[in-house]
């Protein structure tokens, strides 16, 4: 038991303390799934992004807002692999009964993400349950989100030596 302890301790640190994203970064593309659209993340710092998605499916438009938290796996699986939690709320209506009724509510998002290391392409597959306050909630939304990535503040390491630049 103890030395589970140990391995979980040392496979949390090591997650914690990898990179993450590149601040500055943007990603545009397309989620299948629930809600079906567009979706675009933008990257605040090394480790939280800001995403929305124009959902436009089963008689249903909406924007949702997403604040996630980033974890880069690179250091315990393979470059590029991370994953992400977080949350927000969205808006928008949806046609029940020949009425339109307005949709609002609070989102849940956890996921696996993957950047392609030759090409500017992020994968990911999410849960994105939602809580609609007007409407019955949807707690089974999965996705699955195609992106290209846009270049954004590059990182460079600089190795001095004697004072001087390697």
Known sequence: ???RIILVAIIS?????AKGQTAGQLEAGVRIGL????TARYYISDKFAAEAIVGLYNRTASITALGEFHFDLSALTTEGFGWYAGGGAHLGTRRIDGSTKFLAGIDGIAGANYNFPTIPLNLSLDWKPAIHFTTTSELADFGISARYRFGGRKKTNVFLTNNKRL
């Open 35 to 38: 809600p079906l659209g567009p």
């Open 1 to 3: 038991m103890k030395y």
């Open 13 to 17: 640190s090591l997650a914690i303390k």
